[in-house]
């Protein structure tokens, strides 16, 4: 009974081993892929938007967030955007489905643009989307905001849209 037990606990660690080693070769694919395409996908790469902008913000390599279908929440008031980057919902899913539930806020000092593109925000305790720094939105719905659907904020801070609709907000 002794080497039974001990035969099947070198069978689990095996084959914990063996998922372990798969696991590590599933991530560093990935990691290659973000790099090659210069993109991060919400939820296949990273859980949450805020966890995407963080590793686009941290590396120079990438560029662009794609927001699978599904609702994603923001914790607190805002996502908030430190740098230059496009936040974009996969172009295969329409942007009914791709909801962002809150709003997002690109900070002052952006050297370069912020870009939204395909898809719903959607019920913002604040702005849907409120900018310190120049921004261009295309193909963005935003709706049920507290306070405006779109804001731009400072001296040469401009927001252009391109087929954006603001809706129940105010």
């Known amino acids: 009974a002794e080497r039974l037990k001990q035969l099947e606990k070198k069978r689990v660690e095996k084959e914990m081993k063996k998922k372990m080693k798969k696991k590590r070769?599933?991530?560093k694919a990935r990691e290659a892929r973000m790099k090659k395409m210069g993109q991060v996908r919400v939820p296949?790469?990273?859980k949450t938007l805020k966890e995407a902008v963080d590793r686009v913000h941290g590396d120079d390599r990438l560029t662009t967030i794609v927001v699978?279908?599904?609702e994603h929440q923001i914790d607190g008031r805002y996502l908030v955007i430190f740098s230059a980057m496009n936040v974009m919902g996969d172009p295969g899913v329409p942007k009914s489905e791709i909801?962002?539930?809150?709003?997002i806020w690109f900070k002052k000092g952006i050297q370069g643009?912020?870009?939204?593109?395909?898809?719903?925000?959607?019920?913002?305790?604040?702005?849907?989307?409120y900018?310190?720094?120049?921004?261009t939105m295309d193909d963005v719905l935003v709706e049920q905001c507290k306070y405006h659907g779109?804001?731009?904020?400072?001296s040469g801070v401009v927001g252009r849209g391109t087929n954006v609709e603001v809706r129940q907000c105010g």
């Open 150 to 154: 779109v804001a731009a904020s400072g």
């Open 99 to 103: 909801v962002v539930v809150g709003g």
């Open 44 to 46: 296949e790469d990273c």
């Open 68 to 70: 699978g279908k599904g």
């Open 131 to 135: 900018g310190e720094s120049s921004f």
């Open 25 to 27: 070769k599933e991530k």
């Open 113 to 129: 643009n912020g870009h939204l593109q395909h898809l719903t925000l959607r019920q913002s305790k604040m702005c849907g989307v």
